[in-house]
């Protein structure tokens, strides 16, 4: 394979780099549309674990579309939609920016009957999140159980089990990728083309092919704040349909408008860099480096994926890699992560690609 002066430079600084902070990672850019740069270094897979990038795929792409059939508006409350949801004045929006006061993590796994089918799982964890209590901060802390709440939410916006609406999704905006849930936590592919996350030691087991966060396994696999698995060409499609929609060339119903509304800013600097369900830069420590604009879009995932596009330089970033197999608590790759887009931006740079 004959790579680019950009792409030498990556895998040469990669190669560097990876060691003991994850066992491979592919990396993906386009500018204009193009792609400028395709290189994986180490040991790579065919699909990754998408871990929370499953938020901005399917939960907000999901809650744009049901907005724009006009199933619920920025006053929206949560209640008006879920009548047994206890915060009254708890808006929508609040969910999508992380802002509600809803934890951001709770070991659901631990109450859920792995036994019973998924619907009937489904009902135990509403019945748990029924009884939260909210802690208004002044930031916005990141929440999972926020993510959660919109899970039940999009079902009854479009009155369809979540498995359902993600394949109405799919078929409207993914149609031709690999992007999937694993139901049940069961596949049909070859389990060798699924990149190994951790040894789990609730499941006492090297999790390959199975989804990695636990919530999302004790729910069957499918959910609104992980669950997703894709190759490098699925996250890749999805960064140019991200692209498309902001551009107002996207061949779906989404108006350039809505996806534009959604990609703002959406809470007052200093309290949460958050947009519609994207994230957005945090001056001096953004993910995406130091180089993407404070208007760029994306979302991180647990696992070691990312997604980031930036409108003013019309490029997009993806990294996979399953950064987790060295252990969750390895925290080499959130270094990594930023120093990848800035070789990205100062190779493009320097080659005049």
Known sequence: ??????????????????????????????????????VAVGNNYAYYDLASLTKVIFATQ????????????????????????????????????????LPWWLPLYQEINTQLPREKRREQLQQ??????????????YSDVGFLVLSFIIEKLFDKPLLDVWEDIKNKFYLGTTLEFHPDNQFSTRVGLFAPTEECPVRKKLIQGEVHDLNCWSLGGVSTHAGLFGSIDDV?????????????????????????????????????????????????SASCGTYFSLDSIGHTGFTGTSVWYDPKMDMSVIILSNRVLYGSENKAFGKLRPEIHNWIVENYRRSGV
């Open 128 to 141: 748990m999140l029924q009884s939260l209590k909210l802690e208004k901060q002044d930031t916005a802390v």
């Open 1 to 38: 394979m004959k790579f680019s002066v950009l792409e030498k430079n990556l895998i040469k600084q990669l190669e560097e780099r990876i060691k003991d902070t994850t066992p491979g990672v592919m990396v993906r850019a386009y500018q204009g549309g193009r792609i400028i740069c395709d």
């Open 236 to 284: 890749g499609w999805f960064s140019l349909h991200l692209r498309s929609q902001l551009m107002g060339i996207a061949r779906y119903s989404i108006r350039q408008k809505t996806a534009q509304l959604f990609a703002k800013r959406a809470l007052p600097e200093g309290k949460g860099d958050w947009a519609m369900g994207y994230m957005m830069p945090t001056p001096g």
């Open 62 to 101: 999901a809650m744009m579309y049901a907005f724009e059939l006009g199933k619920w508006n920025f006053e929206t409350k949560v209640s008006e939609i879920l009548p047994w949801f206890n915060h009254k004045e708890t808006k929508v929006t609040e969910l999508l920016t992380h802002s509600s006061g």
